[in-house]
T-cell receptor, first 114, second 111 residues
């Protein structure tokens, strides 16, 4: 299968600071990438669809000014959590789809906001 | 609103038994169907894709698709404790632009 890499795997930050998470497709070009959030023992929640070279499409209820998504190249999408607060603590997972139509996930990034 | 439904479980089976996981979906235009395995604290991992009616086998895993009844299932033969995880069903309209996930079924294989 295709490989999607996320960095960092773990991040701890103070309340009010911003955190950037990188998502790279290592062996395919991803015109579209998806960002999910998952709270403990809950299901995946799609946050936004990231489109290369254009603005991301956010799901209802997701603040686009708080969760900044940039997809500047076909292999890199970034999610920046701005002015993070403890309620933003979660598991953030990106994913991409090569031409096979299958969706492959990165390893996930666990954010803890103190 | 496209819906993908799964029993949340937990489903418990003894080691060596067959685990049967089911999923129904609401959108008849769905064309691609996927099963993911998610271990606790990890991200989902694709284990099976199925696109046509019938069965598709890969090792101990068999995916079954019935588009007329709008359900897809996953059978795990000779279940092992390492199969204990949450299994997510996902559907797509084949454009690769939207995927819809179920809430997952928690499986525990008892040694």
């Amino acid at each position: 299968g295709a490989v999607v890499s996320q960095h960092p795997s773990w991040v701890i930050c103070k309340s009010g600071t911003s955190v950037k998470i990188e998502c790279r497709s290592l062996d395919f070009q991803a015109t579209t990438m998806f960002w999910y959030r998952q709270f403990p023992k809950q299901s995946l929640m799609l946050m936004a669809t990231s489109n290369e070279g254009s603005k991301a499409t956010y799901e209802q209820g997701v603040e686009k000014d708080k969760f900044l998504i940039n997809h500047a190249s076909l292999t890199l999408s970034t999610l920046t959590v701005t002015s993070a607060h403890p309620e933003d603590s979660s598991f953030y997972i990106c994913s991409g789809t090569p031409n096979t139509g299958e969706l492959f996930f990165g390893e996930g990034s666990r954010l803890t906001v103190l | 609103q496209k819906e993908v439904e799964q029993n949340s479980g937990p489903l418990s089976v003894p080691e060596g038994a067959i685990a049967s996981l089911n999923c129904t979906y609401s959108d008849r235009v769905s064309q691609s169907f996927f099963w993911y395995r998610q271990y606790s604290g990890k991200s989902p991992e694709l284990i099976m894709s199925i696109y046509s009616n019938g069965d598709k086998e890969d090792g101990r895993f068999t995916a079954q698709l019935n588009k007329a009844s709008q359900y897809v299932s996953l059978l795990i033969r000779d279940s092992q404790p390492s199969d204990s995880a949450t299994y997510l069903c996902a559907v797509s309209e084949n454009t690769g632009n939207q995927f819809y996930f179920g809430t997952g079924t928690s499986l525990t294989v008892i040694p």
